[in-house]
């Protein structure tokens, strides 16, 4: 049981690139979200997913898109990198109202 | 003791002693908190939750105390062991379906032999 997967793990980037960022879980969880770390500070929430065909915005979703074709993948989308989304991102899933189960992030760095 | 790094406020415990991280929350409508530990460079683990119906919850060495009162959390660890060096994160649910959560900064808990 793998639980949340994000690849990559490592990422280096020129402004104005644009990636995806993966994520997939195996645990049939209804519930996905994505955060972004920055150093020293606490998560905070980009876009969270109640289900497949279904997202919302969390606090910091300017530069960020998400999508929801499936229960088991939430794939995040950067379309122009800028240097202020330089961070480490957290991917998370749930049942629901209980604790979440986190990836192991994901480190980018836009340069 | 306790002090405010540069980032994350830091606190310093023997080996064996008791630990008690604090955390403050925002919303006093929020109704579900959670603990986590983040190891260094992995994702955030979770330790131990607690609903507004309750004013304390304990588990294997970890207690968690809930003051509504005051918008107060706090995580005790029993006999703190060097594996729980870590960054230690509350969390408060802002709805009742938990689909948004709030993180707060982190406390540095270090474990000195």
């Known amino acids: 049981n793998a639980g949340v997967t994000q690849t990559p793990k490592f990422r280096i980037l020129k402004i104005g690139q644009s990636m995806t960022l993966q994520c997939a879980q195996d645990m049939n969880h209804n519930y996905m979200y994505w955060y972004r770390q920055d150093p020293g500070m606490g998560l905070k929430l980009i876009y969270y997913?109640?289900?497949?065909?279904?997202?919302d915005k969390g606090e910091v979703p300017n530069g960020y898109n998400v999508s929801r074709s499936t229960t088991e993948d939430f794939p995040l989308r950067l379309e122009l990198a800028a240097p202020s989304q330089t961070s480490v991102y957290f991917c998370?899933?749930?049942?629901?109202?209980?604790?979440?189960?986190f990836g192991d992030g994901t480190r980018l760095s836009i340069l | 003791g306790e002090s405010v790094g540069l980032h994350l406020p830091t606190l310093s415990v023997q080996e064996g002693d008791n630990s008690i991280i604090n955390c403050a929350y925002s919303?006093?409508?929020?109704?579900?908190f959670i603990w986590y530990k983040q190891e260094s460079g992995k994702g955030p683990q979770f330790i131990i939750d607690?609903?507004?119906?309750?004013d304390k919850r304990q588990g294997q060495r970890v207690t968690v105390l809930l003051n509504k009162t005051v918008k107060h959390l706090s995580l005790q660890i029993a006999a703190t062991q060097p594996g729980d060096s870590a960054v230690y994160f509350c969390?408060?649910?802002?709805?009742?379906?938990?689909?948004?959560?709030?993180f707060g900064p982190g406390t540095r808990l270090s474990v000195l032999p």
């Open positions: 607690i609903r507004s119906n309750m």
């Open positions: 997913s109640v289900g497949a065909g279904i997202t």
């Open positions: 919303n006093s409508a929020s109704d579900y």
């Open positions: 998370a899933s749930s049942p629901g109202d209980q604790p979440q189960h």
């Open positions: 969390a408060e649910s802002l709805d009742n379906y938990g689909q948004n959560f709030v």
